[in-house]
């Protein structure tokens, strides 16, 4: 049981990681696109897809 809670809190903490960094990268890209969303809500699908 407790090799398991140690390996879903590893990988939590890996992919919160991962997104962290991934956001840090793309901080601007992301700052862009969520400024089209506010004025162009076509985008929206857009905007998801980028996050998912």
Not at 2 to 29: C, E, N, P, Q
Not at 44 to 51: K, P, T
Request: hydrophobic share 50%; proline share 2%.
């Amino acid at each position: 049981m407790k090799k398991i809670v140690i390996i879903i809190a590893s990988v939590l903490f890996l992919s919160s990681f991962f997104v962290l960094k991934t956001m840090y990268s793309y901080g601007k890209d992301a700052e862009r696109i969520a400024f089209q969303e506010v004025y162009h809500p076509k985008t929206s699908g857009n905007f998801l897809n980028f996050y998912i």
